[in-house]
């Protein structure tokens, strides 16, 4: 009987343990040294001002050459600039002539490339998925329900 007992006031226990963990807020707030500050500025701004912050900076030109064994590539815009293109992940291959956007940061006197495109290749891309889901939407055929059958008396 006192085993018995004892087993019902452990299972109690816990449930009165279990309870209370689980009434708890799981997502209070964590008090920080920072004040909560509302801005009216866009994400997009934000992001801009951030990157600003950062030392990245742009240039649009014409491209010119490409240096494999040193891994650069010059670009003609309003002046001529050399670029470090060793830590770019997708280099696509450019031909002399061609209008490319490079986005960059300068270090050790050093123009580092993080990416660069050509120009209008993200407003082509964006403008070929328009076209692809303009097209499907034009393949698929309207489906109607049959009309219903007038109800027997």
Do not use: H, R
Request: a positive charge.
């Amino acid at each position: 009987m006192k085993k018995a007992l004892m087993i019902v006031l452990a299972i109690l226990i816990s449930v009165a343990f279990v309870t209370t963990v689980l009434a708890q807020d799981k997502k209070a707030p964590v008090a920080t040294d920072k004040p909560v500050v509302a801005t009216d500025k866009p994400v997009k701004e934000k992001v801009v001002q951030k990157a600003k912050k950062a030392g990245v900076k742009k240039f649009a030109g014409e491209f010119v050459s490409m240096d494999e064994a040193a891994k650069t590539i010059v670009v003609k815009g309003e002046t001529e600039m050399t670029f470090d293109v060793s830590k770019v992940k997708k280099m696509a291959k450019f031909a002399a002539g061609d209008k490319v956007k490079v986005v960059y940061t300068e270090a050790d006197g050093k123009n580092i490339a993080k990416a660069v495109a050509k120009a209008g290749a993200v407003k082509a891309k964006a403008k070929e998925k328009k076209e692809k889901a303009k097209e499907k939407t034009d393949e698929k055929p309207a489906t109607e329900k049959p009309a219903a059958a007038p109800a027997k008396k």
